[in-house]
């Protein structure tokens, strides 16, 4: 003969209801949480999201839109800058002269002179010329100085509007603040992405066919990947 189930006292059913209860509570306030985070997290991130990805395409084909003109400037500067009679360090190696060139005053002069923009990247100086380079996103402008008479003529190098946004997209020659623009971007991307991977688990009738297509995705990209690493 079966045992007969066991009854099962009115405080353990209470439990029991509470427990089911607060589950679904928890379930309910991470749906929409995890909603609440995916929608406003895109709007906020769209315009970013939306200009990494237009730039990845265009930074993947450069040909199609590359476009760049150069034009040449001259001039001449204080040549007590080229020369300011500073003593050489102990360790110096007899082919660098910065000891004895003002960068600073050289490079502002330049900047004010012929409205060159982007930071100073490099500053050569040498026993009979100078070189100094200030790059930006699609610009560079390269100043060569002669340091017997103060002369020098500048190559200034801008390419199109493009050109600028890739190399906004590889935060290259870019400033400090662009640096955090990509970081927060990526994260903003990340977050985006789980958000809307957590959701799926809460669309019963599309779960399957979602988390197929997240894998197939995954797969896709693995397989991608291989090929280009070959």
């Keep these: ?13 209470r439990r029991s209801v509470r427990s089911e209860k607060s589950r679904k509570s928890i379930r309910r306030w991470l749906a929409s949480w995890t909603r609440w985070l995916h929608i406003y997290l895109s709007m906020i991130a769209f315009a970013v999201i939306l200009f990494f990805s237009v730039t ?5 084909h450069p040909d199609w839109w590359f476009k760049e003109s150069t034009v040449q400037a001259e001039g001449s500067l204080n040549e007590a800058w080229l020369d300011n009679g500073a003593a050489p360090p102990a360790d110096w190696d007899e082919q660098d002269y ?15 002179a012929h409205s060159l923009r982007g930071e100073v990247s490099d500053f050569l100086a ?31 190098t801008s390419n199109d509007f493009v050109t600028i946004l890739n190399d906004l997209h590889k935060g290259r020659h870019t400033s400090g603040s662009w640096s955090w623009v990509i970081d927060i971007s990526a994260i903003a991307g ?8 957590v959701l799926i688990f ?12 997240a894998a197939a995705g995954g797969v896709l990209l693995w397989w991608m990947a291989v090929l280009a690493s070959m």
């Design 56 to 60: 990845g395409l265009t930074l993947n």
């Design 202 to 213: 809460f669309l019963r009738l599309k779960r399957t066919t979602g988390l197929l297509a």
């Design 98 to 112: 910065s000891h004895a060139v003002s960068k600073l005053e050289i490079a502002e002069h330049l900047r004010a």
């Design 190 to 197: 990340v977050l985006v992405s789980l958000t809307g991977f």
């Design 1 to 13: 003969m079966e045992d007969e189930a066991q009854p099962v006292s009115e405080p353990q059913a």
């Design 126 to 156: 040498f026993e009979n010329e100078c070189e100094v380079t200030f790059q930006g996103p699609g610009y560079a402008a390269i100043a060569r100085l002669s340091r017997d008479d103060g002369r020098y003529t500048v190559d200034i």
